[in-house]
Nanobody, 116 residues
Framework: QVQLVESGGGLVQAGGSLRLSCAAS????????MGWGRQAPGKQRELVAT???????DYEDSVKGRFTIDRDNAKNIVSLEMNSLKPEDTAVYYC??????????WGQGTQVTVSS
């Protein structure tokens, strides 16, 4: 089992920046990848950034060049630096982890609101 706790989020004006952090606990030795997903009202949850234990990173197209994911394997922390935020980035952001067996875990979520 893996537990994920997010911090950060909040309200920011368009063009601003926010940083999210997530701390993993439990069976962290078994985590293969970590990342962030988001869910806007009326939409499905989507992964926006992931990073593997080996450091391979993938971004969803709409956040490329604006969001940066960073992972500290020793501390089991994954962060998401979000710059040039847009109103369409407004969503609940969830920390995500996947273990080597393919099982996925989600945090409780943190609200990010970008005002125009």
């Amino acid at each position: 089992q893996v537990q994920l706790v997010e911090s950060g989020g909040g309200l920011v004006q368009a063009g601003g920046s926010l940083r999210l952090s997530c701390a993993a606990s439990g069976s962290t030795f078994n985590i293969y990848s970590m990342g962030w997903g988001r869910q806007a009202p009326g939409k499905q949850r989507e992964l926006v950034a992931t990073v593997t234990r080996g450091g391979s990173i993938d971004y969803e197209d709409s956040v490329k060049g604006r969001f940066t994911i960073d992972r500290d394997n020793a501390k089991n922390i994954v962060s998401l630096e979000m710059n040039s935020l847009k109103p369409e980035d407004t969503a609940v952001y969830y920390c995500y982890a996947r273990d080597f067996s393919g099982r996925g875990y989600w945090g409780q979520g943190t609200q990010v609101t970008v005002s125009s």
